[in-house]
């Protein structure tokens, strides 16, 4: 049987979504289910070379093949973008370097004509394998100058039927705001995807956040799942925006295992995320 699925989207870059998909593929692993990361299409400086390969990754999925309890796979990251400087970047196709391209070049030429196809065999290949496949998206779905290429977002939760979570940092300010326009910006069919968000980052007493968490239920017709608490950890993340200075290769696994723990531990106190997922999804007990 092939894999469920779960998207973990962000209202924005830097909203934790990484992050939220460690925990929830490390609280699967400790549930008993065989789970696998995925990003379709990643934009990042931070790579990681597989042991004894050539092959690179992004950073962020090196972690969370580490946190699904899974040896490290081309499969998970297929697109990799580094960018290089003048609005260029080094594409890196299944780990390995293909060419230079600037971003014209990658949205007319190349996304939907070669990406994508690459990207649905990929997710395919590890559904075959797998109980669940945790999708993490990239950026924002509501990005509507780029909507009819995103296939790190909307598009691939859509080609392939995958419920979407998205997550919204409220450390920023905005986040009931943010909440609402992504819904507004997405199309029904996409917003019909939805089904509910976290608050990631959150300071203070979650109660005084009910009043808004209810208009905002009412008003888009959608579950605010859970509030999670702002994690002061050291965990390797992709995005510049998130603040991480930590390195992969400069702190060691059993350190960076126990982060996994502590990370999951937090998310699995403030939102039962076996239960949320087997509502979403459907998942039989392993």
Not at 140 to 158: C, G, H, T, V
């Amino acid at each position: 049987m092939k894999a469920k699925l779960l998207m973990i989207q962000g209202t924005t870059s830097g909203s934790g979504k990484s992050i939220i998909t460690t925990a929830i593929c490390r609280i699967l692993s400790d549930e008993g289910y065989n789970v696998a990361p995925f990003k379709a299409q990643n934009m990042s400086s931070k790579l990681h070379t597989i042991p004894g390969t050539a092959d690179v990754v992004a950073q962020a999925q090196a972690v969370q093949a580490l946190a699904s309890r899974k040896l490290l796979d081309t499969r998970i990251n297929p697109i990799l973008l580094k960018p290089v400087g003048d609005y260029k970047s080094d594409l890196i196709l299944a780990g390995r370097f293909n060419s230079t391209i600037s971003s014209r070049q990658y949205y007319e030429n190349f996304v939907m004509q070669s990406g994508f196809p690459l990207v649905l065999n990929s997710l395919e290949s590890l559904r075959n394998e797998n109980d669940i496949v945790v999708i993490e998206g990239a950026g924002s779905p509501a990005e509507i100058n780029i909507s009819k290429y995103d296939i790190a977002n909307m598009l691939l939760a859509e080609k392939v039927s995958a419920p979407v979570i998205i997550v919204a940092d409220i450390e920023r300010g905005g986040c009931f705001s943010s909440i609402v326009g992504t819904m507004k910006l997405l199309p029904r069919r996409h917003r019909n995807l939805v089904e509910g968000f976290i608050i990631n980052k959150f300071r203070g007493d979650a109660s005084l956040l009910l009043p808004a968490i209810e208009i905002v239920g009412e008003m888009l017709n959608t579950k605010i799942l859970g509030v999670i608490p702002k994690i002061d950890l050291k965990i390797p993340d992709e995005d510049s925006l998130d603040g991480s200075k930590c390195n992969i290769d400069t702190i060691s696994t059993p350190s960076l295992d126990k982060n996994i723990d502590s990370i999951a531990d937090v998310v699995r106190d403030t939102i039962n995320i076996p239960l949320v997922i087997r509502d979403i999804i459907r998942l039989n007990m392993p």
